[in-house]
């Protein structure tokens, strides 16, 4: 049965070229190249074709869970400040959904065996110190550093979703997918924050180019540590 697949699958020829490296008796990793990439079994991701694909999946996956994990201590630190206010309820709504992010990265890197970027404790700080300070210059300062920081997730997304496109948009469907969804709701938070009237806020400019600025060295750091 599984022959007959084989070759309506493949064609004949691919067929011939599989059973003569199974009488040269050929190791498995030759062998699985005559077979369909996507006939593998997966959850999210498809095994990497080379070396350079699985750096740059790796710094892919570690820097996407790195930033789910820096907005859920952001988060955590405006509801430590402004949990009991009016805004509460709306900050425990876009937190809910980063930590559903939070845990399928968490997931995706366990199934890919990627580790997690060595920072995180920097980043478990420094998320909650800036979560924290900002909603200390109440909702407009809590909604400014929404809008700086989820911007900047967005756009970096934005820029996965165009590298995994010109690498091969059917393997990483799975991945896209999630990418696209996530993004698009870093772009509601983005609204939200917009909305709550985040541009109110004195310095609003300034403030959302500095922390601007903290996301795109956190990114960078976190891609390659």
């Given at each position: 049965?599984?022959?007959?697949?084989?070759?309506?699958?493949?064609?004949?020829?691919?067929?011939?070229?599989?059973?003569?490296?199974?009488?040269?008796?050929?190791?498995?990793?030759?062998?699985?190249?005559?077979?369909?990439?996507?006939?593998?079994?997966?959850?999210?991701?498809?095994?990497?074709?080379?070396?350079?694909?699985?750096?740059?999946?790796?710094?892919?996956?570690?820097?996407?869970?790195?930033?789910?994990?820096?907005?859920?201590?952001?988060?955590?630190?405006?509801?430590?400040?402004?949990?009991?206010?009016q805004s509460?309820?709306?900050?425990?709504?876009?937190?809910?959904?980063?930590?559903?992010?939070?845990?399928?990265?968490?997931?995706?890197?366990?199934?890919?065996?990627?580790?997690?970027?060595?920072?995180?404790?920097?980043?478990?700080?420094?998320?909650?110190?800036?979560?924290?300070?900002?909603?200390?210059?109440?909702?407009?300062?809590?909604?400014?550093?929404?809008?700086?920081?989820?911007?900047?997730?967005?756009?970096?997304?934005?820029?996965?979703?165009?590298?995994?496109?010109?690498?091969?948009?059917?393997?990483?469907?799975?991945?896209?997918?999630?990418?696209?969804?996530?993004?698009?709701?870093?772009?509601?938070?983005?609204?939200?924050?917009?909305?709550?009237?985040?541009?109110?806020?004195?310095?609003?400019?300034?403030?959302?180019?500095?922390?601007?600025?903290?996301c795109k060295?956190?990114?960078?750091?976190?891609?390659?540590?």
């Amino acid at each position: 049965m599984y022959v007959l697949n084989f070759v309506k699958m493949r064609g004949f020829t691919s067929a011939v070229i599989l059973f003569r490296q199974l009488n040269k008796g050929i190791n498995r990793s030759k062998l699985t190249e005559c077979l369909p990439r996507y006939s593998r079994s997966y959850a999210v991701i498809p095994p990497p074709r080379n070396s350079e694909e699985k750096a740059l999946l790796a710094a892919m996956l570690r820097v996407d869970h790195a930033g789910e994990y820096g907005a859920n201590r952001i988060y955590a630190g405006q509801m430590a400040v402004l949990g009991r206010s009016q805004s509460g309820p709306l900050i425990q709504h876009m937190w809910d959904q980063e930590k559903r992010h939070l845990q399928k990265f968490n997931e995706i890197l366990a199934e890919n065996r990627v580790r997690p970027t060595a920072l995180l404790p920097i980043w478990n700080v420094a998320g909650f110190m800036l979560g924290a300070s900002s909603a200390l210059l109440g909702k407009a300062g809590a909604m400014a550093c929404t809008v700086a920081v989820e911007e900047s997730i967005s756009e970096h997304y934005n820029s996965q979703i165009r590298a995994l496109m010109e690498l091969d948009p059917e393997g990483y469907r799975g991945l896209l997918q999630i990418i696209k969804e996530f993004r698009d709701e870093e772009m509601e938070h983005h609204d939200t924050g917009l909305d709550q009237e985040a541009e109110s806020l004195p310095g609003y400019q300034l403030v959302k180019t500095a922390i601007q600025l903290g996301c795109k060295a956190a990114i960078y750091l976190s891609e390659r540590v």
